[in-house]
Each structure stands twice: as C-alpha cells, then as structure tokens.
C-alpha cells in the first residue's frame, strides 16, 4: 500500500468516526446498522429534445471495511436515516454507487427519499 493509499485509508476512518451517523440498511429483507456519513452529489444531462435536467441525489459515505454485506449496493436498497427512508438510485447513465477515492477505502452511495 502506498503512502497515497494509506492516507486515504486513514481518511475514510477518520471521517465515518468524526461525522458518520448510524444508519439501516435493507437489502433483500436483510437489514445491517452501521455508520455512514451524509453527501449530496449535482448530476446533469439532458433528454432527447435538448431540455437540460438537473437532480441532486442523496448519498451516503461508507468506509469500504464498514460495509457490512457480501454484495455490493443494488437499485432498489434502501437506508433509514433519523425516520426518513431513501432508496439506493441513480441517475440514467450513472451506477447507483461508486468508490470515491483512487484507492477503493470510501464508498459513495447515490440515494433518492421515497
């Protein structure tokens, strides 16, 4: 592991322990609590006619060594955060989630509120 890995790493700790929030996630009826940090990502495109569309998901940051399943996020997931639920989505043409960083230690999760 690189030093710019190990730096990462210790970032992504460092950020679920300073501003991660616990919260429940359901895949296939099995739910797993665990702490995740809040984000927001801008996405932008436009249709067939030109109109451009701007949306803004929820998303929530999860250490890589934090997520608690076998399987990575799926369309149709879904996160109780403080009574509100948000189901993992995405935008046309996006994954419902990506690693954000170069070394894989942060997970981003793209979410809409139902």
């Known amino acids: 592991m690189g030093i710019l890995d190990a730096g990462t790493a210790h970032l992504a700790t460092a950020l679920t322990a300073h501003a991660g929030e616990s919260v429940t996630y359901t895949k296939r009826k099995v739910q797993k609590t665990f702490k995740a940090t ?54 046309p043409g996006q994954p419902v989630w990506r690693f954000a960083d170069p070394g894989e230690n942060l997970m981003r999760i793209h979410t809409k509120q139902q």
């Open 38 to 91: 809040r984000g927001s990502t801008p996405f932008e495109g436009s249709d067939a006619d030109g109109i451009i569309h701007r949306t803004v998901s929820r998303d929530y940051l999860v250490a890589s060594t934090d997520w608690p399943f076998d399987e990575d996020p799926e369309d149709g997931d879904r996160i109780v955060d403080r009574d509100k639920t948000y189901i993992v989505r995405s935008v």
